[in-house]
């Protein structure tokens, strides 16, 4: 088990990892479910295939307690993230008597979280809510961290808010039914943290993410803790994302957004999937740039391949060229004026933000990446 605060003055939380903690799920939320009983169900929101999984033991084990959960329950996918679908969450919410210091519970992935964040965010100016993330993206990186959104016709996450859970709940058990897929997508963000912020870190992953891909139990959640202690820190100390900290986080999304957008944020290429080729990319370029040894760019790329992430871009099959991959990037929500910042690598383990990169080189340098 490990206890990690996320230490925002006036607003600290914890983030717990433990195994099987959905099974105490009620002592472990104690202080949140207060004011909820028999009569007043807590609301949980879930998609369609977390529901399946969780929503039974869930209503069981409250049941047991003397309380109930009432369900709100959303198609998977980032669909949900919609004007349509927060308008009817808030309605329900409402329709609930949500007070200001009332939980909601979010039982899913970032897809889940985000929505639920925003939504409780804005009902009644901003009510309380627990992350039950059920995915390794989720655990490690969008559940914590305050980031809320929905995506609209202008782009994704564009209409949000800072707006921090009180409690995030791992349980990692709940990974076991995670498809491989998806599993391999949230270890790209595991291998983010090792990269941008502890070689020591990462090291360890060359050694042992065998073990956390296949869910051995002490693996991975020395993975989720490692990567959510550092998350904490940086949030700790840059919110809002303004002093460059935050923005480091961000390693690989710069190059992996324009891959996304290329392939129409389709099943393509998953989230986690194009930020592993981003990593790749950063860290390549970054040894354009003279900062990074060709062998360090080459370790960070053998990891990312070795985790069956996508490490060479030839291998997406884009039918497009730099300049236009750039275009992408120009419309990210990143875009200062004509330039944008890029998250490269100073050594294994250290990034920082680049703001003087030239579009026109990073065009040549994808032209000469996608003939591979
Ligand atoms: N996922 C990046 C952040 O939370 O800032």
């Not at 009620?26 to 949980?44: D, N, T």
């Not at 076991?176 to 983010?192: D, H, I």
């Not at 904490?232 to 710069?254: C, K, S």
């Not at 100073?346 to 990073?362: F, K, W």
Request: charged fraction near 20%; glycine fraction near 10%; hydrophobic fraction near 50%.
């Amino acid at each position: 088990m490990a206890v990690i605060s996320v230490a925002l003055a006036g607003r600290a939380y914890d983030v717990v990892i433990e195994e099987g903690l959905l099974e105490h799920l009620a002592e472990a939320a104690a202080p949140y479910l207060m004011g909820y009983g028999p009569q007043r169900p807590v609301p949980f929101v879930a998609d369609t295939n977390t529901h399946r999984l969780f929503a039974a033991p869930v209503d069981a084990h409250l049941a047991a307690q003397g309380m109930a959960a009432e369900w709100f329950v959303v198609e998977p996918g980032e669909d949900a993230k919609s004007w349509a679908v927060l308008e009817r969450l808030c309605d329900w919410l409402l329709a609930l008597g949500v007070t200001r210091s009332d939980h909601v519970f979010a039982l899913g992935g970032g897809v889940v979280g985000d929505l639920v964040g925003f939504a409780c965010s804005v009902v009644k100016r901003g009510v309380g809510f627990v992350q039950l993330p059920t995915t390794l993206l989720a655990q490690v990186d969008s559940s914590v961290g305050g980031k809320t959104a929905i995506n609209t016709r202008a782009g994704k996450n564009l209409i949000g808010a800072f707006h921090q859970p009180s409690l995030v709940l791992i349980d990692p058990r709940v990974l076991a039914t995670l498809p491989p897929r998806e599993m391999r997508a949230g270890y790209a963000e595991v291998l983010k943290y090792g990269l941008l912020g502890d070689a020591a870190f990462f090291a360890w992953l060359e050694a042992n993410g065998d073990k956390v891909l296949a869910r051995e139990p002490a693996a991975l959640e020395h993975a989720i803790a490692t990567s959510i202690a550092m998350k904490a820190r940086i949030v700790a100390a840059d919110e809002r994302e303004t002093l460059d900290q935050r923005a480091l986080l961000n390693l690989g999304h710069t190059f992996g957004h324009a891959l996304e957008a290329e392939t129409g944020f389709s099943d393509r290429l998953l989230h986690g999937e194009a930020v592993a080729m981003g990593m790749v990319l950063a860290a390549k370029y970054s040894t354009r740039r003279g900062a990074i040894s060709a062998a360090d760019a080459a370790r960070a790329t053998a990891a990312i391949a070795a985790a069956g992430l996508p490490a060479h871009l030839p291998g997406l099959g884009l039918a497009c060229d730099g300049a236009a991959l750039v275009d992408h990037m120009r419309h990210d929500k990143k875009a200062e004026g004509r330039t944008l910042p890029f998250l490269l690598l100073r050594r294994l383990g250290e990034a920082h933000v680049a703001r003087d990169v030239d579009l026109t080189d990073i065009a040549a340098f994808l032209d000469e990446e996608l003939k591979g």
